[in-house]
């Protein structure tokens, strides 16, 4: 029967039948370094272009230090999300709603689904801007177009078309590769770029929301149950052994993705510093104008690549938007809406907020405060869960694992209290 | 397990490729077989190339002949025509096996797949939604000339689905009856070729997903050898192998590596639409093998 295997089909299987554990070095994680390269780019949607770009027109690079915090907390949430459902074999929702009081379970089931829209809004939105940046359509058809567009895709994904994912993550990929490649071009201050990427501060309220944008855009909370959803159910893993290999496979796509992702959120920040915050022209962070900022590299050909990539951003991410949401819906409340009425119901707001012609830049931003706020809901079961061997088993935290964990959380809960401060406070 | 056998004829030469596979099967199990003539309403003069039978009387005496001549000494065959026309002949045909419980239903398929069976399901995939007894689909040659069916070597694919292995039973008779040998596989999807509910975590954890695949791969070894094990004990010739790789295309191509004469598949039973954005298996199989194919209901279990 050796006839039927053809070598494309037969994989690593030699590493896993001869049972020999190979060496942990550069060589093993060759064959991820491009797959994890292609993750980092469903982390890079229109929600982190609008705070980079804003934070860095109107700041300069003083908030490198949010999008370098922000990352380090977004890999470690990951990790800890994945591993948790590497471990549970159940997802973050279906934890908290068989452990915590129905009330709870219900308000949480909420606040994440508003959490959830504020996300397909920002999505939708960047998507109708790429739409309009690139066909000059105005901004109600483009979400219309959008709209069309995303159900073609959620359709033809199920029915197996990889192809169209892989176009997407290309064409984002493109433009995350220009924004890394621009950082060593646009030469910057790299004093003044080390000095702000550690050192934290504020300067006005306006800082501070966007402090939150960034950080809502970066770590995204419904991202942190789907990660834990993701290898649900495919296969039970019971030996020690292979849950703590497959951790170290779990460590090595989300450092890589994130790290990328990182590169990918400073360099977008640096150059429209460079291209808006020097020239005093602080007014103009917007979408439309941002193509400006991949000038440098690509000169004319930068309006419609960054139209494309804001396109491609927008769109890539409405899958895993989806995605995210069922896992929410199933795992708190135990029902499930088709994808497809889910996609319609959440186009609503976002076509309401075209029609009524709001700056899609600034709703943007202010999504993404939004995301910040929800994120306590995810992080603090996060937390209570992974803590607990009886929960985890071998892949419980070490104390220090917990302790920076709760930090993260204390730290985004204080950022939100304070920016709710300012706000009230009209400072 | 096969008794009574149900061959849906429609008088053209196309749907007469179902009736060499109809009467080998009938001979190795003894088994009786129904012919059924089903009229369409207004159905296209001419059906596949063929005078369509819309009287009954042609249609009764063309059944007859096809009784006398096509089957072996010994099999034992019915004719019956449906006199009343019918609008939905999958429809019809689940009716009548409802009325004459066959346990196998010999179909023919209508060749090339088009954008209509895509939509609306072709008459093969619509009995299987409907209905709950196994059929046994014949893809008939480009030229319509007839097809010795033979059975020497069966291609089970299974998944790990526990429901799914309902179809192994199927496959272990017509082994025992055909004195046929039985291939085993199992398909491990790869990170590059990922189905659906995969596609988010392929994506978002590659690292993490290539490693449970590899496990599964494992674990489908496993899998395998303690069925094969047990269908040894009963007496049949098996093999297993696990392979990496798309599972329809694998299907496809492990069929036609292996010349399997028959490849038999359980299927959850959808059809049409529900088959497209299900990615149903057993839906692309069927487009694409022109191996026939043993689809086996199987029933969801809890």
């Known amino acids: 029967m050796s006839q039927m295997n053809s070598g494309k089909t037969r994989e690593s299987a030699e590493a896993i039948l001869d049972g020999k554990p190979r060496k942990w070095g550069i060589s093993r994680l060759l064959p991820f370094l491009g797959p994890a390269f292609i993750a980092s780019v469903a982390y890079v949607d229109p929600g982190n272009f609008a705070t980079n770009i804003q934070g860095g027109a109107q700041f300069g690079y003083m908030l490198l230090w949010v999008i370098v915090a922000a990352n380090l907390m977004a890999m470690l949430i990951q990790l800890l999300s994945a591993k948790l459902g590497i471990a549970t074999g159940r997802n973050l929702a279906e934890l908290c709603r068989d452990r915590f009081p129905r009330p709870l379970v219900l308000f949480m089931w909420v606040v994440m689904e508003i959490v959830a829209m504020a996300t397909d809004l920002a999505e939708f939105l960047g998507a109708a801007v790429g739409f309009n940046l690139l066909f000059g359509i105005p901004l109600f058809p483009a979400g219309i177009l959008t709209a069309v567009a995303t159900f073609l895709i959620l359709g033809l994904e199920r029915f197996g078309f990889r192809s169209i994912e892989a176009v997407i993550s290309v064409l984002v990929g493109i433009v995350a590769a220009s924004y890394v490649i621009e950082i060593f071009l646009a030469r910057p201050e790299w004093g003044s770029v080390a000095y702000n990427a550690f050192v934290p501060r504020f300067s006005g309220s306006e800082s501070v929301l966007l402090a939150t944008g960034i950080l809502g855009a970066t770590v995204m909370p419904h991202a942190i149950f789907l990660h834990s959803a993701l290898t649900q159910g495919r296969i039970v893993v019971h030996e020690d052994s292979k849950l703590r290999r497959l951790f170290r496979f779990e460590l090595a796509d989300v450092i890589i993705a994130m790290t990328v992702a990182g590169l990918v959120n400073i360099g977008m920040l640096i150059m429209a510093a460079s291209t808006f915050f020097r020239e005093g022209m602080t007014g103009v962070g917007t979408l439309e104008e941002a193509h400006r900022t991949l000038e440098p590299l690509l000169g004319s050909a930068a309006s419609w690549v960054f139209a494309i990539s804001l396109l491609a951003a927008g769109l890539s991410s409405s899958s895993v938007g989806t995605m995210s949401g069922q896992v929410i819906m199933q795992g708190f409340i135990q029902k499930r809406i088709s994808p497809w009425i889910r996609r319609l119901v959440t186009m609503g707001p976002s076509l309401i907020v075209i029609g009524i012609g709001l700056d899609p830049t600034r709703t943007l931003v202010i999504s993404q405060v939004f995301l910040s706020f929800g994120l306590p809901f995810a992080i603090i079961p996060l937390v209570m869960f992974t803590r607990r061997r009886d929960i985890m088993g071998v892949l419980v935290n070490h104390r220090i694992t917990t302790i920076l964990i709760e930090l993260v959380a204390v730290l985004i809960v204080v950022l939100n209290f304070y920016l709710l401060y300012r706000i009230l406070l009209g400072g | ?302």
Request: net charge negative; charged share 25%.
């Open chain 2, 1 to 302: 397990m096969f008794h009574h056998l149900l061959v849906p004829l429609d008088g053209s030469r196309l749907a007469e490729s179902a009736i060499p596979a109809a009467a080998h099967i009938a001979e190795r199990f003894h088994a009786e077989v129904t012919l059924l003539h089903v009229i369409e309403r207004n159905a296209p003069a001419a059906v596949h190339g063929d005078r369509h039978l819309t009287e009954p009387a042609e249609a009764d005496e063309y059944l007859e002949r096809l009784k006398n001549t096509a089957f072996p000494e010994g099999v034992a065959a019915t004719c019956h025509v449906h006199e009343v026309e019918v609008d939905n002949v999958a429809r019809s045909i689940v009716a009548h096996s409802g009325e004459f419980q066959p346990d196998l239903i010999v179909l023919c398929t209508h060749g090339k797949e088009g954008v209509r069976e895509l939509l609306f399901g072709s008459i093969a995939q619509k009995v299987l939604a409907l209905g709950d007894v196994p059929i046994l689909l014949i893809h008939p040659r480009d030229d319509e000339s007839p097809i010795d069916f033979r059975c020497r070597r069966i291609l089970l694919p299974l998944d790990g689905d526990p429901e799914h292995e309902q179809s192994v039973s199927a496959a272990r008779e017509m082994a025992q009856a055909c004195g046929a040998e039985l291939d085993l596989i199992m398909i491990v999807p790869t990170v590059g070729s990922l189905p659906a509910e995969w596609a988010a975590s392929g994506r978002l954890l590659p690292g993490v997903t290539g490693e449970l695949l590899d496990i599964a791969q494992v674990n489908a070894d496993g899998y395998l050898r303690n069925i094969v094990e047990k269908l040894k004990d009963g007496g049949i010739s098996v093999e297993y192998e696990v392979l990496r790789g798309d599972p329809a295309d694998g299907i496809v191509e492990t069929a036609s590596q292996n010349r399997s004469d028959l490849i038999v598949l359980g299927t959850h039973r959808k059809a049409g639409m529900d088959a497209f954005w299900s990615g149903s298996i057993a839906h692309r199989v069927t487009s694409r093998a022109s191996v026939p194919l043993l689809l086996v209901p199987v029933k969801a279990r809890g």
